[in-house]
Each structure stands twice: as C-alpha cells, then as structure tokens.
C-alpha cells in the first residue's frame, strides 16, 4: 500500500513540477502590487486556463498523498526504538572454514638464516683496577 502511494506521490510531483514550469507569467510580479496593478492584485483573475485546472488538481492530489504517507508511516513501527518487525529466527551459524594446506617448500638453493643485528645500545664493559 506504501508503495502505492509513494509511486503516485512521486509521479503527480513530477506532473506539478512540469505544469508549473510550463505556465505563462501573469505580469510584473511582485511590481503590480505597489504599483498601477492593483486591480489584478484584488480583482478576480476570471476563467482558469487548462494548465491552471491541471495545477490545482495535482496539487490536490500530491497533498492528500502526503497526508496519507504520513498516516501510514505514523502506523509503522519505528526502526530506531526497535519497534518494527522483528525477524522470525536469527540466521543459522557458518561453520568454520577448513584450515589452509601449508605453503609448498621454495625451490633453489637454501640460504643460510641472517646473523641476527648487534643491540643498538651494547653495554660497555667496567673497567677493571689493578
């Protein structure tokens, strides 16, 4: 059902969106209102246009999709406090993985082990008296 919804939300969205950038401007915008427009400010605008019809009718559409998402979302649980649904049983263990078979030995000839390195630090030894 959320799903429903949300699909003809985003789509009547898009439609709005298309609509409202396709419609002609109605004059000097804000301008008209303090200026000599004042009778389109107050006045009635006369018949709406198609586009208008369209705009309202989306525009009523996507908010009753939005009030009915929120409804239906409000009825979920929420994942935060953790009262949403819960799995039916938890995931059966993997067994371990067998061990890896040790690495074959280095062919060629076998070199004798480094000389370990000198301490950086050796003792000095004390001197003796005679």
Do not use: E, N, Y
């Amino acid at each position: 059902m959320i799903t429903l919804v949300t699909i003809i939300h985003v789509f009547v969205s898009i439609i709005l969106i298309l609509v409202i950038l396709l419609q002609a401007g109605k004059g000097a915008g804000i301008g008209s209102a303090f200026g000599g427009g004042a009778q389109t400010v107050f006045g009635g605008r006369g018949s709406q246009t198609f586009l208008g019809k369209v705009t309202s009718a989306a525009a009523a559409i996507f908010m009753l999709t939005s009030v009915t998402l929120a409804v239906l979302s409000s009825r979920s649980g929420s994942v935060v406090r953790g009262d949403g649904p819960r799995p039916a049983a938890p995931a059966p263990a993997q067994a371990p993985l067998p061990a890896l078979p040790a690495a074959p030995p280095a062919s060629g000839p076998v070199s004798a082990p480094a000389p370990a390195p000198a301490p950086a630090h050796a003792p000095t030894p004390a001197p003796q008296k005679p």
